[in-house]
């Protein structure tokens, strides 16, 4: 099992930053991919960015340009700083780990954290 903790949600203006944290603990060995995804309200989950263990780095072309996903392989934690940010990217923003290991996938899901970004 792993187990993903986010951090960093709040209240911001639009036009301002926050920066969001996922710590991953637990069985963490052969993790191909983490990454963000976000729900607004009445809205479908979509993803908003990912890495994965290589470094390779993928981007929902609505936040490409203001969002910036990282990791720190030190502490098991990814990063995910937004800047510029627009009440559009309001939602609860899950953190997400991807493991396909003997042909068996697995999708782990932290808990959230909301993002409002007033106008």
């Known amino acids: 099992q792993v187990q993903l903790v986010e951090s960093g949600g709040g209240l911001v203006q639009a036009g301002g930053s926050l920066r969001l944290s996922c710590a991953a603990s637990g069985s963490i060995f052969g993790i191909n991919s983490m990454g963000w995804y976000r729900q607004a309200p009445g809205k479908q989950r979509e993803l908003v960015t990912l890495?994965?263990?290589?470094?390779?780095?993928n981007y929902a072309d609505s936040v490409k340009g203001r969002f910036t996903i990282s990791r720190d392989n030190a502490k098991n934690t990814v990063y995910l700083q937004m800047n510029s940010l627009k009440p559009d990217d309001t939602a609860i923003y899950y953190c997400?780990?991807?493991?396909?290991?003997?042909?068996?996938?697995?999708?782990?899901w932290g808990q959230g954290t909301q993002v409002t970004v007033s106008s």
């Open positions: 997400n780990a991807y493991r396909l290991r003997y042909g068996l996938a697995t999708t782990y």
């Open positions: 890495i994965t263990s290589g470094g390779s780095t």
